[in-house]
């Protein structure tokens, strides 16, 4: 019934290798290659407690210019998530014996794929904004002057070359590897089904976690998971998931998944509406608006027209 997700390219470029690593493996293995890719952390987080010294148990930084805190948060992100890469370039190679671009960044349509990623993520988070402001249950503040508007502008930058690698790295593991495998080993739904909650699950420590802000993260795996699926390619998913972090942490100024993003931001947004509708604490993933936008999402892909399934050579 929806060819394009059943023939997705990703699941024939799953194939290419000498063999696909057994479901069971799938799960413990991506958990594996995540946790161990956090450490890499480690140095960046000591670099940081040298320079800076002790607050609450945390690099203290106040009174830092958002350039330097953007610097410093940019390195925490590239060197948490830059593993995952290493990690499966390596599985690939010497396991399934396959090419790293068979997790699905081919080069035909890369640039347009990832700039209408680019385009669509800030399009749907700004709309979960804009609902917010519709019912008044948002408003924008006076922040940090050191660390908020064009002040900031150096730290926002900077750091949003941490979120590419971040929103990449979650994306090449999860949309990338796991859902591809799954599912060509079992059923496309299943591979579906089980990485939105894998995914879900991940964030699960974040703090401020809400019941809802579990429904909207498993949310929006299957959105990326339909969105990358019916590209039939990784690129604009990964723009996508990289720019809806940043403009949310660094341009609105809300919390991202319940932490707070360093590099200052170009706006400072605060909410004023119910937890249920706003997020609260988590931000905006945590409320109703962001559902929303979510579903809207899932539904326009499919509806949108169906797309040629074009054969993988």
Request: charged share 10%; proline share 5%; aromatic share 14%.
């Amino acid at each position: 019934m929806f060819p394009w997700i059943t023939e997705s390219p990703l699941f024939h470029l799953a194939r290419r290798g000498a063999r696909l690593t057994h479901w069971l493996a799938v799960l413990p293995l991506g958990l594996a290659f995540i946790f161990v890719s956090s450490f890499g952390a480690i140095p960046v987080v000591l670099a940081m407690l040298a320079v800076y010294g002790f607050e609450n148990g945390m690099p203290s930084m106040q009174g830092e210019p958002a350039l330097v805190s953007g610097f410093w948060m940019s390195l925490q992100l590239i060197s948490s998530f830059a593993g995952i890469f290493l990690f499966l370039w390596l599985w690939l190679k010497f396991y399934e014996k396959r090419p790293f671009y068979t997790l699905g960044f081919q080069k035909p349509g890369a640039f347009m794929q990832y700039g209408r990623g680019l385009l669509i993520g800030a399009a749907m988070f700004g709309g979960a904004v804009g609902l917010m402001a519709l019912f008044g249950f948002v408003e924008l503040a006076e922040g940090n002057p050191a660390q908020t508007g064009l002040t900031a502008l150096g730290g926002v930058l900077v750091v949003a070359l941490g979120w590419v690698v971040q929103g990449a790295g979650e994306e090449v593991l999860t949309r990338g590897w796991m859902l591809p495998v799954l599912g060509a080993r079992t059923r496309p739904w299943i591979g579906i089904v089980v990485v939105s909650l894998f995914f879900a699950v991940l964030h699960g420590l974040n703090p401020n976690l809400s019941v809802l802000a579990l429904v909207n993260l498993a949310l929006f795996g299957l959105f990326a998971a339909f969105y990358a699926l019916r590209e039939g390619s990784l690129w604009g998913i990964c723009a996508l998931h990289s720019v809806w972090n940043w403009i949310q942490g660094n341009v609105f100024g809300f919390e991202v998944s319940g932490t707070n993003a360093g590099g200052g931001t170009l706006l400072k947004f605060v909410e004023t509406g119910p937890n249920w509708f706003t997020g609260g604490a988590f931000g905006p993933e945590g409320g109703l608006a962001v559902t929303l936008m979510l579903l809207l999402g899932i539904a326009v892909l499919f509806a949108w027209p169906r797309p040629e399934i074009e054969p993988v050579l």
